[in-house]
């Protein structure tokens, strides 16, 4: 279905498996997108998909992906009149979105002042306390070591020490006892600087066994406001999410309904529009969930959404910065079925996850799952960016058929030539915690620390069998050859350029 739309292309200020999917949801509505490049991806699939692609720069991303003038001169240069950030780089820089709308372009995102209220923990904070949305008890304000040490001494043990503009799990220390606060309150602050320019810092109580929930809301640009559910993101290593389902498998409908309510009034409280998530941690034991962080922007994991919803989310983002009402009812929405989402790193788990780079020499996706990838075949994996290479999503009816389901999909996917996690997240599925629904954010961290994945046929003969598999096809070309009298390939002699014989 084509737009009456106020731009005319969209300029996708990204890379990876997220640019695809805009790309794809652009041609999906009729809108030409144009895609960025570093100097790196020259090449990439996501410049291949696109309709246009313009360079904007250098490897490292702070001269191309977070290059606000780079970026913005690649949309002057193609004419885009839209902007989509995916997700992050500058997805969540509310400098950025409004550089885009000051440019006299479309931003494909919330508003920038909604952007910087949740951007800043503490503000959020307060905004939450304000609109009735359950927070952890917590302290922000003044923060010198004094007052720091002061409200923690008042909150008890264990808590954490934030970065109160972060996010992301960065610029956060996790405090057992008084004597490691002044330790934690300087390390944090100084990755809170670095990460963020900006070093002040808050305090929450800490939940050593919290779930990780989160629900997706959806407002448009006439006052309504929607939610998608939840999703599950407990499974998570490092604070970083590994496995995502929906529905989640600790809520029961009253919690449900609480969580999503929360969600809808805290997107409320600063006027939000366009795709968001609000994250909340919940008390396994107590069943009592609190407000973490509203992400302003497209998750990585929204496909488990559209899969038990039927919504385009990336479609509807388009058609809200285009200022379509949504006609979506929340009494229409419903979750049908289970889905899963896996994230496929460029990783070695058998050595601390460390990031892996080479050419992808072979790739097959599994038939009977949804694929979200931005790489193909002789793709270069490069160690400057973010090691996610896909996602795999499946639907089911139930959780146990759509575990069943990412398991299958899992053993039929063939990535040879970069390292990568395959095996780890087999294992996770396959721990009986995990397929219980019995776990929380650590649950990773417990079970699998020092995983090693069971002995492997060396890359050689992994190579040999991927060669293997080609041969049908060379052996067809050759017998095709071999019917030409007149073919070099069907001559028996000895015969090669340059006279050797």
């Not at 939840?230 to 609480?258: H, I």
């Amino acid at each position: 279905m084509n737009l009456s739309l106020p731009f005319s292309s969209v300029l996708i200020a990204n890379r990876g498996e997220i640019a695809v999917r805009i790309a794809q949801a652009c041609k999906k509505l009729g809108l030409p997108s144009v895609a960025v490049y570093s100097e790196a991806d020259a090449g990439a699939l996501h410049t291949q998909v696109a309709d246009e692609a313009v360079s904007i720069g250098p490897a490292a991303a702070r001269q191309s992906y977070l290059d606000v003038a780079a970026v913005l001169r690649g949309a002057q240069q193609t004419g885009a009149g839209a902007v989509h950030p995916g997700y992050g780089f500058l997805a969540e820089n509310a400098e950025f979105a409004q550089a885009v709308l000051d440019a006299g372009l479309v931003w494909v995102g919330p508003p920038p002042a909604a952007m910087r209220a949740m951007g800043d923990k503490a503000r959020a904070r307060e905004l939450m306390l304000q609109a009735g949305v359950p927070v952890l008890p917590g302290y922000q304000g003044p923060d010198s070591q004094a007052e720091l040490e002061a409200a923690a001494a008042k909150l008890g043990y264990p808590l954490l020490v934030k970065a109160a503009a972060g996010g992301g799990g960065v610029g956060q220390r996790v405090v057992h006892a008084g004597a490691e606060l002044a330790e934690a309150i300087a390390a944090a602050r100084r990755e809170a600087a670095s990460a963020f320019g900006d070093e002040r810092l808050m305090l929450e109580k800490y939940l050593a066994t919290a779930r990780h929930v989160e629900v997706q809301v959806l407002g448009d640009q006439h006052g309504k406001l929607l939610h998608l559910f939840e999703r599950e993101c407990s499974l998570q290593r490092r604070r970083q999410k590994v496995v995502e389902e929906t529905p989640s498998p600790l809520l029961d409908e009253g919690l449900r309904a609480a969580m999503c309510q929360a969600a809808v009034d805290a997107a409320a409280a600063v006027d939000y529009t366009n795709a968001g998530t609000v994250e909340f941690l919940v008390d396994p034991v107590t069943r009592e969930f609190y407000f973490l962080e509203m992400n302003t922007r497209l998750q990585v994991e929204h496909p488990v959404t559209e899969l038990i919803t039927g919504v385009d989310i990336v479609e509807w983002q388009l058609r809200i910065a285009a200022g379509e009402p949504l006609v979506l009812e929340q009494s229409e929405l419903a979750q049908r079925g289970h889905a899963i989402e896996c994230r496929i790193y460029a990783e070695d788990p058998a050595a601390s996850f460390l990031p892996q780079a080479g050419e992808v020499l072979r790739l097959q996706w599994p038939s009977l799952a949804r694929v979200d990838a931005g790489i193909a075949e002789g793709s270069q994996v490069t160690v400057h960016y973010d090691p996610m290479l896909a996602k795999l999503s499946v639907h089911a009816a139930d959780r146990s058929a759509a575990i069943v389901a990412m398991r299958s999909a899992l053993a039929e996917t063939v990535l040879l030539g970069v390292g990568n996690n395959i095996d780890f997240l087999q294992a996770v599925l396959a721990d009986p915690a995990v397929a219980a629904g019995d776990f929380d954010t650590q649950t990773i961290e417990r079970a699998f620390a020092g995983w090693q994945p069971a002995a492997e046929l060396p890359i050689e003969v992994l190579l040999a069998a991927a060669v293997l598999e080609l041969q049908p096809a060379a052996a067809e070309q050759a017998s095709a050859a071999s019917a030409d009298p007149y073919s070099p390939w069907a001559s028996g002699s000895r015969f090669r350029m340059g006279g050797g014989q």
